[in-house]
């Protein structure tokens, strides 16, 4: 069974830094791309990063500059380094990847979602 886990969320003040990681662990065939999502109570899911298999990166403009987005395919992991951040990042962030697991076809898989907490 496929599975993403989520771990390095917690509570910074505003102007510091988080790093979040994500393994994907199972049986599976490959990994396209990898995501980070936030959202907030009351709001839609957003995309914040996401990194294709060939390291090919794309930011939501509120993060761009702050926020660093990384994988390690030899791990299965993606990361996601937040500087500089501020109250308005305050969310539940999670880890989304397109996996390819045996005996199956493509497939959206998410994390269970870190808590991030900025204060002012």
């Known amino acids: 069974q496929v599975q993403l886990v989520e771990s390095g969320g917690g509570l910074v003040q505003a102007g510091g830094s988080l790093r979040l990681s994500c393994a994907a662990s199972g049986r599976f065939f490959a990994i396209n791309t990898m995501n980070w999502y936030r959202q907030g109570p009351g709001k839609q899911r957003e995309l914040v990063a996401g990194?294709?298999?060939?390291?090919?990166?794309r930011y939501a403009d509120s993060v761009k500059g702050r926020f660093t987005i990384s994988r390690d395919n030899t791990k299965n992991t993606v990361s996601l380094q937040m500087n500089s951040l501020k109250p308005e990042d305050t969310d539940v962030y999670f880890c989304?990847?397109?996996?390819?697991?045996?005996?199956?076809?493509?497939?959206?898989?998410w994390g269970q979602g870190t808590q991030v907490t900025v204060s002012s």
């Open positions: 989304n990847a397109q996996i390819l697991p045996y005996g199956s076809s493509w497939y959206d898989y």
């Open positions: 990194i294709n298999s060939s390291g090919t990166t």
